[in-house]
Structure formats: structure tokens, C-alpha cells
């Protein structure tokens, strides 16, 4: 463990490098991760009080509190008062990563067809990848998601209910990325994108939630095959059928979701 008043992960260069067009504070707040890193915090851990960081990065309180702000900002750290009080280090969640993601997107909107083409790229990968990893209980736990396809009345009501169990099942796979990115996907297709009311009818056969009994099935034999090929066929009749019902994703933020 290095020393804690020489944060030194990155070289000079690099670090001036890093820094470049940031205001004083973000600068800080890049030279205090570099800092966590080096002292291999965890979460859980408490960042040294205020003076100590004054000091172990050189710069004024104020610059220093500004700097916390933007890492809280982050998700990496939460602010607690009282006594036991201090700056916290914490996982970044989900749901955090998901809304400054969406931001981007808010400004850079993404076609319907683009989310089409990315889910159907992945979608088929998470569910082999299911079928080789998935645990009793994690299969148990989607076997639970789908019972709500089969109570679903309409078919936007089936297509909401599909979505959740594409959630329930990126958040079983094992791959972080796979996780994060297919879970976000099926967020922004479940909360972005709008059928015209005109329209809301076309493709109803397409969220039957048939589908669900072949899917687990497979999963349950371990055929990663046969578990990408039913997930494949349905995102194409889904992605069709959204398509032909001239479906598009609405000009509007994630909403955000309370911690779990």
C-alpha cells in the first residue's frame, strides 16, 4: 500500500493528461480515485476526515468538499452526518450507472431499430450463457418472473411483463457487462418506447408468453443452443411487430427507482 500522501497510480503525464480542461475540484475528485484505488478501499471503507484529505491532496477545504460532491455525484460515495459520520465509499448501482447513461441518450436519442439491433446482438448470448451457468435457485427465481406473461391481459401489458423477465434474467448472468448492458436495454425498451394508440393492437400474437416454457425448458437441460435459438425468434418476432406498429422511443428521462 502506498503512502497515503503521495497518490501516485498515474504517472505525472498522465495524470496531467487526465486532468486537462477539468475545473480544480473535478481534478481533485480524479487525483482522490486514484487515492482509493492505491489504498485498495472497499466498500464500506471511510475516506480519512477532512483535514487528512486536505493534506493528502494538497488542496484547500473547500476544493476538497467540491471534489466529494463530485464523486457523490458519481455513486462512488455517500456523505453521512452525525457521529460515526463521514464520506463513505459504495458500489455505483444499476440504477445509478442506468440514469447517467440514459442522460446521454436524452441528448443522443437512439432510433427504435437501434435498440432492436443491440438486444438482438445480445439477448441470444445472455440466454447460453444462462443455460451453462444458471444455479437452482437463479432458475427457480425466472421460473417465478414469467408467471406474469401468463396473468397479463393485453398484449401491452404482456409486452411490459416480457421486459421485466428480460430484467429478472440479465440480472442472473454471471458477466457483468452482460448484466448491466442487456438489463439496461430492456429498461429503455420498456420505458422509452411508446405504440401509437392507433396502433395498438398490431402484433398483439407477438408478447404470447408462450415462448417462456421453451425457454426454461432449455435452460433447465443446460442447451445453450436451443435457449439462444427461442430467445432469438422471439426478439425478431417482438422487434417486427414493433416496427410494423411504427413504435418509437419517446424524448424523456429514466425515471429513477429506489435502492433494492
Known amino acids: 500500500m502506498t503512502s497515503p500522501s503521495q497518490p501516485s497510480r498515474r504517472s505525472p503525464a498522465r495524470r496531467r493528461a487526465a486532468v486537462r480542461g477539468m475545473s480544480r ?3 481533485i475528485a480524479e487525483t482522490l480515485k486514484d487515492w482509493i484505488v492505491e489504498q485498495e478501499l472497499a466498500p464500506g471503507d471511510r475516506l480519512p476526515q477532512e483535514a487528512q484529505l486536505i493534506s493528502i ?3 484547500s477545504k473547500g476544493t476538497v468538499r467540491e471534489a466529494l460532491r463530485v464523486l457523490e455525484t458519481q455513486g462512488l460515495i455517500r456523505t453521512r452526518t452525525g457521529p460515526g459520520g463521514g464520506a463513505f465509499i459504495t458500489p455505483v448501482r444499476d440504477d445509478h450507472a442506468a440514469l447517467l447513461l440514459a442522460n ?10 437501434d435498440l432492436l439491433e443491440m438486444r438482438l446482438a445480445l439477448m441470444p448470448a445472455l440466454a447460453a450463457s444462462l443455460a451453462r451457468s444458471l444455479t437452482p435457485e437463479a432458475l427457480a427465481a425466472l421460473a417465478e418472473a414469467a408467471a ?9 401489458a404482456r409486452r411490459a411483463a416480457t421486459l ?6 440479465a440480472a442472473c448472468a454471471a458477466n457483468p457487462m452482460m448484466r448491466f448492458t442487456c438489463g439496461f436495454l430492456a429498461r429503455m425498451l420498456a420505458e422509452l418506447v411508446e405504440i401509437p394508440s392507433g396502433a395498438a393492437r398490431t402484433g398483439d400474437g407477438a408478447w404470447d408468453g408462450a415462448w417462456t416454457a421453451a425457454f ?31 413504435a418509437a422511443v419517446a424524448r424523456r428521462f429514466l425515471a429513477a427507482r429506489a435502492p433494492r
Open 216 to 246: 426454461l425448458a432449455a435452460l433447465r437441460s443446460g442447451d445453450a443452443p436451443a435457449a439462444a435459438a427461442v430467445v432469438e425468434a422471439r426478439l425478431e418476432r417482438e422487434g417486427a411487430a414493433l416496427l410494423e406498429a411504427d
Open 25 to 27: 475540484p473535478q481534478a
Open 57 to 59: 491532496l494538497g488542496a
Open 164 to 169: 421485466a423477465f428480460d430484467e429478472a434474467a
Open 104 to 113: 446521454l441518450f436524452f441528448f443522443e436519442r437512439p432510433e427504435l431499430s
Open 148 to 156: 406474469p406473461l401468463a396473468a397479463a391481459g393485453d398484449a401491452e
